[in-house]
């Protein structure tokens, strides 16, 4: 693979917030095994995969490290927790910089179809009962995805809304101590209840969700194209695009590896 496709996709800025959060080679306790030549081809084949949307065994040759071998040490760092933690090493140095907007966080969902009937997948009622699963986002108010979470297609959004709010990770902020609250929670009715709107008030978020029957999505439409578009980044990310992994947690960490890279250009632009 050539040094400037390799350089793209993982430039030295990334690869030095990566290169903290591996984990160190174990040997297996059988013995045998070798550790990866160099991890940076590996997790470097791992955005290749995310990015292209290529099946692990048409990986490239050009980037030195087998199919089979790229696979399994993303599963490792899978279950490492590797892709939250980058995404919130990189949030933190965003918010450092006073670069999030926490005045308010913007909810949204969408579905995709999936290949394969594993875990966290359904029938989506908008794409004839075919198998799906579904994204939900959490960003805040410019659209960058602060906390994520994957559900079967046939699931209602609101279900979503409650852990979302708690998966909002404790990020640096440019003084004082680290940040999860954001002053407002906008979403469309889909996600309205009485239930809701107390929980958030409880933790002192003021909720703007639209009523049924009441109140226009439509209303919310300056706020909620951000969260629109952060999808439409998300899904630009062509693994994301139809789902491939039987597990859902490999499909749930191609998402927080998006979702890390996509706050990852904010940072490089504010570098440049």
Same mark, same amino acid.
């Given at each position: 693979?050539?040094?400037?496709?390799?350089?793209?996709?993982?430039?030295?800025?990334?690869?030095?917030?990566?290169?903290?959060?591996?984990?160190?080679?174990?040997?297996?306790? /059988?013995?045998?095994? @070798?550790?990866?030549?160099?991890?940076?081809?590996?997790?470097?084949?791992?955005?290749?995969?995310?990015?292209?949307?290529?099946?692990?065994?048409?990986? $490239?040759?050009?980037?030195?490290?087998?199919?089979? @071998?790229?696979?399994?040490?993303?599963?490792?760092?899978?279950?490492?927790?590797?892709? !939250?933690?980058? %995404? /919130?090493?990189? &949030?933190? /140095?965003?918010?450092? !910089?006073?670069?999030?907007?926490?005045?308010?966080?913007?909810?949204?969902?969408? #579905?995709?179809?999936?290949?394969?009937?594993?875990? &966290?997948?359904?029938?989506? $009622?908008?794409?004839?009962? =075919? $198998?799906?699963?579904?994204?939900?986002?959490?960003?805040? #108010?410019?659209?960058?995805? &602060?906390?994520?979470?994957?559900?079967?297609?046939?699931? %209602?959004?609101? /279900?979503?809304?409650?852990?979302?709010?708690?998966?909002?990770?404790?990020?640096?902020?440019?003084?004082?101590?680290?940040?999860?609250?954001?002053?407002?929670?906008?979403?469309?009715?889909?996600?309205?209840? +009485?239930?809701?709107?107390?929980?958030?008030?409880?933790?002192?978020?003021? $909720?703007?969700? #639209?009523?049924?029957?009441?109140?226009?999505?439509?209303?919310?439409?300056?706020?909620?194209?951000?969260?629109?578009?952060?999808?439409?980044?998300?899904?630009?990310?062509?693994?994301?695009?139809?789902?491939?992994?039987?597990?859902?947690?490999?499909?749930?960490?191609?998402?927080?590896?998006?979702? +890390?890279? @996509?706050?990852?250009? =904010?940072? #490089?632009?504010? @570098?440049?």
């Amino acid at each position: 693979m050539s040094g400037g496709l390799s350089k793209r996709l993982v430039p030295d800025e990334l690869w030095a917030l990566v290169a903290p959060l591996l984990p160190a080679f174990a040997a297996r306790p /059988q013995g045998g095994g @070798t550790a990866p030549r160099d991890e940076r081809d590996v997790f470097t084949a791992v955005v290749y995969v995310l990015t292209s949307g290529c099946a692990w065994r048409h990986l $490239p040759e050009g980037f030195g490290v087998s199919p089979a @071998t790229a696979h399994r040490r993303f599963a490792i760092w899978t279950e490492a927790g590797v892709w !939250r933690r980058l %995404h /919130q090493a990189v &949030l933190d /140095q965003l918010g450092v !910089r006073g670069e999030l907007d926490w005045t308010s966080v913007i909810v949204d969902a969408a #579905a995709g179809p999936s290949e394969k009937r594993g875990s &966290l997948t359904g029938r989506n $009622p908008v794409d004839r009962g =075919k $198998p799906g699963s579904k994204l939900h986002v959490l960003s805040d #108010a410019q659209g960058l995805p &602060l906390a994520l979470g994957v559900s079967g297609a046939n699931a %209602h959004n609101s /279900q979503a809304l409650l852990p979302l709010v708690l998966g909002i990770p404790p990020i640096r902020s440019r003084r004082g101590p680290r940040r999860r609250r954001p002053g407002r929670l906008r979403a469309d009715k889909a996600y309205y209840s +009485a239930a809701h709107l107390r929980w958030l008030r409880d933790r002192g978020i003021v $909720p703007r969700i #639209a009523r049924p029957g009441i109140e226009s999505g439509e209303r919310l439409g300056r706020h909620r194209w951000k969260i629109e578009r952060s999808l439409a980044w998300l899904f630009g990310y062509r693994r994301l695009t139809v789902r491939y992994e039987r597990k859902d947690t490999h499909f749930l960490a191609f998402l927080g590896l998006a979702a +890390a890279l @996509t706050c990852y250009k =904010k940072l #490089a632009k504010l @570098t440049t």
